[in-house]
């Protein structure tokens, strides 16, 4: 299902990247796993690189010969000083790098890990397309360091939504498809870190409906999806893989009379 030849999963290490070598690999790909963080699963290739340094990224794509087929941008923290560079700049600037030396051939794909943290993205686009027009990493640090208040969680995956949106045609043009899924609680290590919020978020919901926290396999399986041919036809989609949560609270199914910012600061 995934597309063959040579595929690379940034944030490799744990977690949802580490759930995507797994899949990746059944499905026939051959995985460059990229991370700054040790890499335990069996992979073709493991390549060390710290999303906080350009100079790192640079080094780490210098090691990866030939095209790549599909990239899966999976690497985040929850917070901290350089929460933006890790989860966003990064990221960018590495797909864009990529793309500037033609190392992404027509047929290839991109996904990212978004969050629902990120939904609602649309109200804030004037600031989301000023930062998104920053020329190179470190303008978009810079914009950051200027901006009070974007170093975090939620304007990161509002960040990467809009990155889809806006970049989803002009990659098309080159014949590379953009598109990002949009996780609901999820049992990753990096989850179990931020417990008390992320993994009881939504618990009321899943009691009702009978179903579980996602696993990260679960992600990896829509995130290979997306990057394969199965899903030549979707472009510039940020995917809510939720078990409904956001669309049943938006549509009032679900709490009618809880307002959707409840929803999205943990209180639904």
């Known amino acids: 299902m995934t597309p063959s030849g040579q595929v690379l ?13 797994r899949a990746a690999r059944a499905a026939g790909a051959r995985v460059v796993a990229l991370d700054h963080a040790p890499i335990v699963e069996e992979v073709d290739r ?24 599909a990239v899966y941008s999976a690497a985040g923290v929850a917070d901290g000083p350089d929460l ?34 990120g939904i609602g993205w649309e109200s ?11 020329v190179d990493y470190a303008a978009a640090d810079a914009w950051v360091a200027a901006h009070e208040g974007t170093n975090n969680y939620a304007f990161s995956k509002q960040a990467i939504n809009a ?13 590379v498809r953009l598109n990002a899924i949009c996780p609901g609680p999820t049992d990753t290590p990096l989850a179990r870190g931020n417990a008390d919020l992320w993994l009881a978020f939504g618990a009321q919901y899943r009691a009702e409906v009978g179903c579980a926290v ?12 997306l990057n394969s041919r199965a899903a030549r036809g979707i472009s510039g989609v940020t995917l809510l893989v939720d078990n409904a949560h956001v669309a049943s609270s938006l549509t009032g199914v679900w ?12 209180r639904g």
Do not use: W
């Open 9 to 21: 999963v940034v944030g490799a290490a744990s977690g949802m990247g580490a759930a995507v070598v």
């Open 46 to 69: 493991a390549v060390s690189v710290d999303l906080r340094d350009p100079a790192s990224i640079d080094r780490a794509l210098a090691t990866v010969d030939g095209p790549v087929a």
């Open 84 to 117: 933006m560079r890790v989860n966003v700049i990064g990221h960018r600037y590495l797909v864009e790098r990529l793309l500037a030396e033609q190392r992404l051939p027509r047929g290839s794909a991109v996904c990212f890990v978004s969050s629902v943290a």
């Open 124 to 134: 804030d686009l004037t600031r989301l397309r000023d930062f998104l027009a920053t």
């Open 163 to 175: 990155y889809v949106a806006t970049r989803a045609m002009p990659m098309l043009r080159q014949g």
């Open 214 to 225: 996602h696993t990260a396999e679960e992600m990896a399986d829509v995130m290979v999806f």
């Open 255 to 266: 709490m009618a009379d809880k307002p959707l910012i409840d929803l999205l600061s943990g």
